[in-house]
């Protein structure tokens, strides 16, 4: 069956239009409950945590209803990040974890996450089947009116996650003496960040800390990092913090305002763990998109690094499968599941400022651990149909894949949360891959008309 509600990450897009209306978030509830509410003869929980758009005051209620209609209880613990109600979803015992939230996309947009009981991300299959019960209900059997579920507030919820990310920390270091720019985007970790980041004893500068309902991602966060950039310059901080929407992605600036990438993230997350005979799989998991210099890094080190296509959850998978701790993407998800079974942009920052800690040198030293080969990434907005069928954008890809030979890569592929086509070029030569990606975006912008 065509997935028509499921991408890469839960259910996403623009808010009160299909599928993100309250009649679709109603039927997810009921759909979910249903597939997680038979697991054994007892109350069943469901964990609901959100970000801060405006519509997720729609759609909280909406899920609510569809999960108390089918006799499951509801946990409501409000904004917190995505890692958060992962988190919580375990502790707490619960059959399933929603999270409302559209990431790092501008507060027009909306999503549901859904995790396990074990806190990962739902699979495929089961995806498929509560899609299935969405397109047609009529199967799924509502409570007695004695049997329905209730819903209650957890109020001690961001003291919980505060505590857990802080557990994440040695023990035996503290950020005293790190001035610490912190941007949350106006997003979900708007509290806790700052507060764990205060609590380890860094002098914090907070930036994007007061939601209202439309101003998430808006010009803060990890997709607009040019305000902390600066700020940290101008407040001669040692380092930034950029956190999205839902905080489970990171990026990080140096003392200099110079943006520093996830894959150098993972770089400095490798080798150190690597030393301390802490890291599992003989290297670390990421995406297509990662950068060859980090390919290369790892490879001068004995690791490995395995790919995976594009979206956290085929990286949480593959290290799964395959014995590994380190995962992540480009982007700044970073999975550390020693801690986490989803990218945490929090705990992924206390594992980076360790290092600086222990290290004791600038973050512009840390953090630098190899030099990227060249790569452009421009996107294309669409409408219908498949603008990388025809003919003359196959022969711009098969033309810029000979040009490049080995000493270079292309990949072009459709986002899994946005009408994009996102063209990736990558290799020594800088001017040559502009070149090749412009013909190739020239291209498709053609063909989309």
Not at 181 to 194: E, F, L, R, S, T
Not at 243 to 257: F, M, N, P, Q, V
Not at 289 to 302: I, V, W
Not at 357 to 367: A, K
Request: hydrophobic share 40%.
């Amino acid at each position: 069956m065509t997935r028509k509600y499921f991408g890469t990450d839960g259910i996403r897009g623009t808010a009160n239009k299909e599928p993100m209306t309250a009649e679709i978030a109603l039927k997810v509830g009921k759909s979910a409950g249903k597939k997680f509410a038979g697991r054994g003869d007892f109350r069943h929980r469901v964990v609901i945590g959100k970000d801060t758009r405006l519509s997720g005051y729609m759609v909280e209620p909406a899920l609510t209803a569809g999960f108390t209609s089918v006799g499951m209880d509801v946990i409501l613990v409000g904004p917190l990040p995505t890692p958060a109600i992962a988190m919580l979803t375990r502790s707490l015992r619960a059959d399933i974890g929603v999270m409302i939230s559209a990431s790092h996309n501008s507060f027009e947009d909306n999503g549901i996450k859904l995790f396990g009981p074990d806190g990962y991300k739902l699979s495929d299959e089961v995806e498929k089947s509560i899609e299935a019960d969405i397109i047609d209900d009529s199967n799924i059997v509502l409570a007695d009116p004695a049997k329905l579920g209730r819903a209650q507030r957890l109020d001690d919820a961001r003291g919980r996650y505060i505590e857990f990310a802080k557990s994440s920390f040695p023990r035996n270091q503290l950020l005293k003496g790190l001035k610490i720019v912190v941007d949350c985007a106006n997003g979900a970790a708007y509290k806790v960040a700052p507060t764990v980041l205060w609590e380890l004893e860094a002098d914090v500068i907070s930036m994007g800390v007061s939601p209202n309902g439309f101003n998430i991602n808006d010009g803060c966060g990890s997709t607009s990092t040019d305000a902390m950039c600066a700020r940290v310059v101008e407040e001669g901080a040692d380092l930034g913090i950029a956190l999205d929407g839902d905080a489970d992605r990171l990026l990080i600036c140096d003392e200099k305002g110079r943006l520093i990438d996830g894959d150098q993230l993972m770089a400095l997350i490798a080798r150190t763990w690597q030393r301390r005979e802490k890291l599992q799989g003989g290297g670390i998991v990421s995406t297509v998109m990662s950068n060859m210099g980090l390919e290369k890094f790892l490879e001068d080190r004995g690791l490995i690094l395995a790919r995976t296509n594009v979206g956290d959850r085929y990286v949480v998978e593959h290290m799964r499968e395959h014995g590994f701790n380190v995962g992540g993407e480009q982007s700044g998800h970073i999975v550390l599941n020693d801690y986490s079974t989803t990218g945490d942009g929090l705990i992924a920052a206390l594992q980076v400022l360790s290092v600086i800690v222990e290290e004791g040198r600038p973050v512009s030293e840390v953090c630098h651990n190899f030099d990227p080969w060249p790569q452009i990434l421009k996107n294309v907005r669409y409408g219908t149909g498949d603008p990388l069928s025809g003919d003359a954008v196959q022969k711009a890809i098969r033309d810029g894949e000979i040009r490049l030979g080995n000493e270079g890569r292309l990949l072009i592929r459709k986002s899994g949360t946005e009408p994009l086509i996102r063209v990736m070029g990558e290799g020594t030569n800088d001017s040559l891959v502009n070149e090749i990606v412009d013909n190739i975006v020239n291209e498709v912008t053609a063909s989309v008309g």
